[in-house]
């Protein structure tokens, strides 16, 4: 691999000077971008959705634990291997303390169509300590697109129709049985939840801090999300992707 010029410390800072001013201009738009983003109208959530966590049955402002806010990542399974998928994994081992979070009126919740039982065996075999809830056998994952069934509900993903999805190569999202990743973020008034934005892809990509330490590299990022494996499996030959 070619390594970047070699030059003098004045004809670096020159460079790195511009590139500070197309930073800062990021640095700006992405505020901007944010604004918008909390400028979206929002849509009463009056369905009565059931979730199964280590305390019991609870309905989608239980999930709230009392806050404002609810973000919920629609965590991926692989129900062959009965196991979370490899990406969604990478994703929440950059989950740091919650009490930050909590302390903002908001929290952050896993969410998966899989049994309870195989979820807590593996939140246990990974460590974490986020609320993470099952959803399976309701109509959550289907209703917020995380997850496709035709016999349920059209074929959509990241805001993309079946054949949407098929044209650009997306096949994975588009068969019917499959689970997709994304996030959804929900406010509470009252009794009332509204659902304010989800986002799905790449969309998520902010939280991986992995990645964002890489971006500052010369060596960047090296490898797709998907190719890192569970964190107690590094080392491991037979380690790989087990999703998308």
């Not at 919920?72 to 950059?94: N, Q």
Request: hydrophobic residues 35%; aromatic residues 12%.
């Amino acid at each position: 691999m070619e390594t970047p010029a070699i030059v003098s410390r004045e004809e670096w800072l020159k460079a790195r000077t511009e590139l500070l001013e197309k930073e800062k201009e990021l640095t700006r738009a992405r505020d901007a971008l944010n604004a918008e983003r909390r400028a979206l109208p929002m849509v009463e959530v009056a369905k009565p959705y059931v979730f199964r966590g280590p305390g019991g049955e609870a309905g989608l402002a239980g999930l709230f634990e009392g806050r404002r806010q609810l973000i919920v990542y629609h965590f991926m399974w692989v129900r062959e291997a009965d196991e979370g998928c490899t990406s969604c994994s990478f994703l929440v081992d950059h989950v740091g303390d919650l009490r930050h979070l909590n302390d903002s009126e908001t929290t952050l919740a896993l969410v998966s169509r899989a049994p309870l039982d195989s979820i807590e065996r593996f939140r246990r075999r990974m460590g974490w300590q986020v609320p993470w809830y099952s959803s399976d056998g309701g109509d959550f994952n289907y209703d917020f697109h995380a997850s496709n069934d035709e016999a349920v509900a059209p074929v959509e993903y990241n805001y993309m129709d079946k054949a949407t999805l098929e044209a650009k190569g997306l096949h994975f999202f588009a068969q019917n049985g499959q689970d997709g990743h994304g996030l959804s973020v929900f406010l509470r008034d009252g009794d009332r939840v509204f659902h304010t934005y989800s986002t799905f892809g790449r969309g998520p990509e902010v939280l991986l801090n992995t990645y964002n330490y890489l971006d500052f590299t010369f060596l960047g990022r090296q490898r797709h999300v998907s190719e890192f494996p569970h964190h107690d499996r590094y080392g491991d030959a037979g380690a790989g992707a087990c999703c998308h």
